[in-house]
């Protein structure tokens, strides 16, 4: 899941799930967080499987959320 994976808690800037990486949490990109609707399309893309069509945008169906 999107709250278990580095790449999620790097945009968010804090630990989101269960998992343990080494290593600082920071947030990324840190001169220009990301706006909310940024992070939800990185969330999407994650729990769809991260999926990538030819266009070069996410593939995403569905919402899911995560809660800061």
């Known amino acids: 899941s999107a709250k278990n994976s580095r790449l ?3 945009l968010f800037g804090k630990k989101l799930g ?3 990486y ?3 949490v920071s947030q990324m990109p840190p001169d220009r967080p990301l706006s ?3 992070k939800q399309r990185f969330i999407e893309w994650i ?3 991260a999926a ?3 266009q070069g945008e996410p593939s995403s169906t569905s919402k ?3 809660k800061e």
């Open 8 to 10: 999620i808690w790097q």
């Open 18 to 20: 269960e998992m343990s």
């Open 22 to 24: 080494p290593g600082k």
């Open 36 to 38: 909310q609707d940024e």
């Open 47 to 49: 729990d769809l499987g």
């Open 52 to 54: 990538w069509n030819i």
């Open 64 to 66: 899911r959320t995560i």
